[in-house]
């Protein structure tokens, strides 16, 4: 009897069919389970705890960091790594908490958000926060904390606050006698505000002076000075510490140049310290720092 040729070749087919079958199988879920899953972001894991504090009727929010990720705030850009959004939200009109100053929140740490004439800011200065918040309309609002990259929502918490209304009586903060120059670097200088028995001033009492450039007399008014933003962490702490650090510095011209007065003073203009600062213009930076009064 003569062979069935074609049933073999059918075989033979079919075979090449399984595998190229699976072939395609394999490749499918590999590329589901790689090709995917490497396209997906991460939101940061973080874990918010959050208290209202209403020192003298001007309240604001401390938010703790009580675990996980290093979060840069409020920035873009992958190379800032796993970056959030905080937002306050308040009779449906969503707003940014813009940072005072770039800052990364890691655990254990608090920030605090306050409001301002230019909207809700955020600091890690609590001083700063009692003496630059203007306080805020009462109602309920909520504060979320938004992923940046994958727009996740990833803290949520709502409120109701009092409002402009009164609060306790702060225990007036002594007044302090003198604003003295402790050290300087290459972009920052740090002052001790003392009491007049020579004591730290405690700049954390409800009610606290909190230095700042005098308007005119700043380092960004020098003529030799294209920019300069003041950032002051702290302001003042509960040591008498306050440090003063100049971020996107750019100085016109090459060698050095005195630029003089910068005066520091206090937010009630009742102290001051005159001081005078030698600049490295090629290099952006700060070379030397005299008090002249």
Same mark, same amino acid.
């Given at each position: &009897?003569?062979?069935? #040729?074609?049933?073999?070749?059918s075989?033979?087919?079919?075979?090449?069919? &399984?595998?190229?079958?699976?072939?395609?199988f394999?490749?499918v879920?590999y590329?589901?389970?790689?090709?995917?899953?490497?396209?997906?972001?991460?939101?940061?894991?973080?874990?918010?705890?959050?208290? $209202?504090?209403d020192?003298?009727?001007?309240? !604001?929010?401390?938010?703790?960091?009580?675990g996980?990720d290093?979060?840069?705030?409020?920035?873009?850009?992958?190379?800032?790594?796993?970056? $959030?959004?905080?937002?306050?939200?308040?009779?449906?009109?969503?707003?940014? +908490?813009?940072?005072?100053?770039?800052?990364?929140?890691?655990?254990?740490?608090?920030?605090?958000?306050?409001?301002?004439?230019?909207?809700?800011?955020?600091?890690?200065?609590?001083?700063v926060?009692?003496n630059?918040?203007?306080?805020c309309?009462?109602?309920?609002?909520s504060?979320?904390?938004?992923?940046?990259?994958?727009q996740?929502?990833?803290? &949520?918490?709502h &409120?109701?606050?009092?409002?402009?209304?009164?609060?306790p009586?702060?225990?007036?903060?002594?007044i302090?006698? %003198?604003?003295? @120059?402790?050290?300087?670097?290459?972009?920052s200088?740090?002052?001790?505000?003392?009491?007049?028995?020579g004591?730290p001033?405690?700049?954390? @009492?409800?009610?606290?002076?909190?230095?700042?450039?005098?308007?005119?007399?700043?380092?960004?008014d020098?003529?030799?000075?294209?920019? +300069?933003?003041?950032?002051?962490?702290?302001?003042? =702490?509960? =040591?008498?510490?306050? #440090?003063?650090? !100049?971020?996107?510095?750019?100085f016109a011209?090459?060698?050095?140049a005195?630029?003089?007065?910068?005066i520091?003073?206090?937010?009630?203009?009742?102290? %001051?310290?005159i001081?005078?600062?030698?600049?490295?213009?090629?290099?952006n930076?700060?070379? %030397?720092v005299?008090?002249?009064?």
């Open positions: &009897m003569k062979p069935n #040729t074609n049933d073999a070749v075989q033979v087919i079919g075979v090449f069919l &399984m595998i190229a079958l699976v072939s395609v394999a490749i879920i590329s589901s389970i790689y090709g995917l899953t490497s396209t997906v972001v991460q939101p940061p894991f973080i874990a918010i705890e959050s208290e $209202l504090h020192p003298d009727g001007t309240p !604001y929010i401390e938010l703790r960091h009580k996980g290093i979060t840069p705030l409020n920035t873009t850009g992958a190379e800032q790594g796993k970056a $959030l959004d905080l937002f306050v939200t308040l009779q449906g009109q969503r707003v940014r +908490a813009v940072p005072l100053a770039p800052m990364n929140w890691g655990p254990g740490e608090s920030i605090f958000l306050f409001n301002t004439p230019d909207g809700p800011r955020l600091t890690k200065d609590r001083v926060a009692i630059s918040g203007i306080g309309a009462p109602g309920e609002r504060i979320t904390a938004v992923d940046v990259a994958s996740l929502l990833v803290f &949520m918490e &409120m109701a606050v009092q409002g402009l209304q009164p609060g009586v702060p225990t007036p903060a002594p302090p006698e %003198e604003i003295e @120059l402790v050290s300087y670097t290459q972009t200088i740090t002052f001790q505000v003392n009491n007049p028995d004591t001033y405690d700049g954390s @009492l409800p009610g606290a002076i909190f230095l700042r450039e005098r308007p005119g007399n700043r380092l960004v020098q003529g030799v000075v294209t920019s +300069a933003d003041a950032v002051w962490n702290p302001n003042i =702490n509960s =040591n008498g510490i306050a #440090t003063l650090t !100049y971020t996107n510095r750019n011209g090459v060698g050095t005195v630029v003089t007065p910068i520091i003073e206090s937010n009630d203009g009742g102290k %001051e310290i001081l005078q600062l030698l600049l490295q213009l090629n290099q930076w700060i070379q %030397e005299e008090v002249t009064g």
